[in-house]
């Protein structure tokens, strides 16, 4: 079975009717939104509402027949399911390669649950082993901020379409992309030194967030808890 849906798959259990919840973005979360929208067009699942991290995940949880409702009408959240795109022993993730981390990370924060879904690969012994570290920043000045972010020892460079034009969130704003040549060896730290810059406005370091995490393998699912 491909191992992004059997963790989706694992990760509809822990949904019920008369629940709010939050839905991540991402190819993985795409399982898990096709498995939850089945449960609802059969009547196992009734009177939820989901409030979605991206336009994406918003046409496809429309599309899935699954009801839609904003953050600021929703209140609390349940359980929220989203991917990584790192995962560190720590349960400390990397997100945002999807372009939606500010939204992502809202969402995750106003939930009693947060699950991350994920195949093996996504595992890591420390942060930035794998991917760079993605920065939603705004507009003005992002020159500047492209170079302070090298003094804190990455490579940083603007994100960038094939045809060099800046890649935006949906929130309309560019991002910076770092990369750590020997990882990030002190992930606290540099979230707090990322979040006293005047003008980013928010990073992929998502930290002590997570609740449970849902990994898929060749051999089943693991189901790892903090």
Not at 66 to 71: A, S
Not at 197 to 217: Q, Y
Request: a negative charge; one cysteine or more.
């Amino acid at each position: 079975m491909n191992l992004k849906k059997q963790a989706a798959l694992q990760a509809v259990k822990y949904v019920h009717s008369g629940q709010r919840i939050g839905l991540g973005s991402g190819s993985t979360v795409s399982y898990f939104i096709k498995a939850l929208g089945d449960l609802v067009k059969s009547g196992d699942l009734v009177d939820i509402q989901a409030v979605s991290t991206s336009d994406e995940t918003s046409i496809q949880a429309q599309d899935s027949g699954i009801p839609l409702v904003d953050l600021d009408h929703s209140g609390n959240l349940d359980i929220t399911v989203d991917g990584a795109d790192e995962i560190d022993p720590n349960l400390n993730l990397v997100k945002g390669l999807g372009k939606a981390l500010l939204r992502e990370k809202i969402v995750a924060a106003h939930s009693n649950e947060f699950v991350i879904i994920a195949d093996e690969s996504k595992l890591v012994s420390q942060l930035g082993d794998s991917v760079p570290l993605p920065i939603e920043v705004v507009e003005f000045g992002i020159d500047a901020q492209e170079k302070w972010l090298q003094n804190l020892g990455c490579v940083a460079e603007i994100w960038r379409s094939e045809d060099g034009s800046m890649l935006l969130s949906d929130n309309g704003n560019p991002f910076i992309r770092c990369w750590f040549k020997d990882g990030i060896k002190d992930p606290s730290t540099l979230d707090k030194i990322i979040k006293s810059r005047v003008g980013i406005i928010e990073h992929g370091l998502f930290l002590g967030m997570a609740t449970r995490v849902i990994v898929a393998n060749i051999t089943g699912v693991v189901e790892l808890k903090t």
